[in-house]
């Protein structure tokens, strides 16, 4: 049954803070996917896995260089009955509905269907299904580059990330760094100039600092000397294949304060990995929470830090950082597709918690388009149900809901990140 809050919600332009989109140019040319590669390359392979099918069966399902689609699913079909009600299932059950006319997913059915794909990938279809389908005001984008751009394909539309993982790992690729700066790292003064060289290049036209280093080094993050550091970088620059674990992180940890100073003067927030991991058989939990950043999030107060993936599983640790730093934003990017019933859950427990202006809606958190609309939609969905649920307890009124959906869904963004600014000029730039 329909209510103001869920027209409200349906219709309102949604921020999608975080994805990893192709360009444009890759999207249509030999990266272009075909019917499986656009239900299947998104995370759900993971689920596949861990229901029981082969990593080989999955890496057939999505080699577009067999034409036998059904073949290729028949590899997998017993793992996807499995996992189809998963929030990855729920969302690839979405892109076959929407784009496909496919009620359930079967060999046949998917062969069937291809005649419908070639819309799909046509120049400037990217940017429709994300504007003008999943109805997304713009869209931020972790490209793992440090270098950002003026994307043609939509200027005001596709922001970009600095990507600050490798210098957070304690493993700056210092060739790289030195091509895209001009400095040549050698010491502790020329590395803090690359990392200067680095924001002076992109800060004006960048989105945001992000880094995922939660995936390969533990989140816990503790003050660094200079001393300390130059020692680690002598080790690195010598032989860094051998650099020990201690020199990576004290390197690291030192980099990543320079960046979230930087990032501060340049008025970028600094987005983190917090909690679970893409993929599957690799996750020691014990190092992804955000708890670890407490240390971090105190020394720099007038940082602005979006933990992102609502730290699941530890999503309540998150709420109470949220609730007693200033400087913390929760994103609920991703994790509407790892678990929407937890997601949801989350919205009412932050609610009651926390300050209502520092929590963002939805990131895709993905490659194709499609998969992009796909988590849209159950976002919206999921996000719905809470806000409703909350409104039928007496909670909050109905007018109070469209309120809160009208922030976390656009208005925090608008507010964190300067959208407005930001917008105007890449516009500016790309006039030029």
């Known amino acids: 049954m329909s209510s103001d809050l869920a027209d409200f919600i349906a219709a309102t332009s949604l921020c999608d803070t975080h994805e990893h989109l192709q360009y444009e140019d890759k999207y249509l040319g030999d990266d272009q996917p075909d019917i499986l590669r656009n239900l299947f390359h998104n995370y759900v392979p993971a689920d596949l896995v861990s229901a029981g099918a082969s990593q080989e069966a999955v890496n057939a399902l999505l080699d577009k260089r067999n034409p036998d689609i059904r073949a290729r699913f028949k590899g997998v079909e017993a793992a996807w009955q499995a996992v189809q009600h998963t929030g990855y299932g729920e969302a690839v059950r979405t892109i076959a509905r929407e784009f496909y006319g496919l009620d359930e997913l079967t060999a046949a059915g998917i062969d069937a269907a291809q005649d419908k794909h070639d819309a799909l990938v046509q120049p400037g279809a990217r940017l429709h299904l994300l504007?003008?389908?999943?109805?997304?005001?713009?869209?931020?984008?972790?490209?793992?580059?440090?270098?950002?751009?003026?994307?043609?394909?939509?200027?005001?539309?596709?922001?970009?990330?600095?990507?600050?993982?490798?210098?957070?790992?304690?493993?700056?690729?210092?060739?790289?760094?030195?091509?895209?700066?001009?400095?040549e790292i050698r010491d502790m003064t020329t590395l803090q100039n690359a990392m200067e060289a680095v924001f002076e290049q992109n800060a004006k036209v960048a989105i945001a600092v992000k880094s995922q280093h939660a995936y390969t080094r533990t989140?816990?993050?503790?003050?660094?000397?200079?001393?300390?550091?130059?020692?680690?970088?002598?080790?690195?620059?010598?032989?860094?294949?051998e650099m020990s674990e201690t020199d990576r992180l004290c390197l690291g940890d030192w980099c990543w304060a320079r960046g979230v100073e930087l990032a501060t003067a340049y008025k970028l927030p600094f987005k983190l990995h917090t909690g679970y991991y893409a993929g599957h058989s690799r996750m020691p939990v014990d190092r992804i929470k955000s708890g670890h950043l407490c240390p971090l999030l105190a020394r720099y107060p007038d940082a602005r830090f979006v933990l992102m993936h609502i730290a699941w599983p530890y999503s309540e640790e998150l709420i109470s950082l949220a609730k007693h730093y200033p400087n913390v934003y929760a994103d609920l990017c991703w994790a509407w597709s790892i678990n929407p019933y937890s997601a949801s859950d989350f919205v009412r427990r932050y609610l009651h918690a926390a300050p209502i202006n520092k929590l963002f809606a939805f990131g895709g958190d993905t490659h194709m388009p499609v998969a992009a609309v796909a988590y849209a939609r159950q976002a919206r969905q999921w996000l719905t149900r809470a806000l409703e649920a909350e409104v039928r307890e007496g909670l909050l009124s109905e007018a109070q809901a469209i309120g809160v959906a009208s922030r976390i869904m656009h208005d925090n963004q608008y507010a964190c990140f300067d959208v407005e600014e930001k917008k105007a000029i890449l516009q500016a730039a790309s006039s030029l």
């Open 131 to 183: 504007r003008d389908v999943a109805k997304l005001d713009h869209v931020q984008t972790d490209d793992f580059r440090r270098e950002c751009w003026v994307d043609e394909s939509g200027p005001d539309f596709f922001f970009y990330d600095i990507s600050w993982a490798e210098f957070c790992n304690g493993q700056p690729n210092v060739a790289a760094i030195t091509q895209e700066t001009g400095v």
């Open 219 to 241: 989140l816990r993050w503790q003050e660094r000397t200079a001393q300390e550091a130059a020692r680690a970088l002598g080790a690195y620059l010598h032989s860094p294949d």
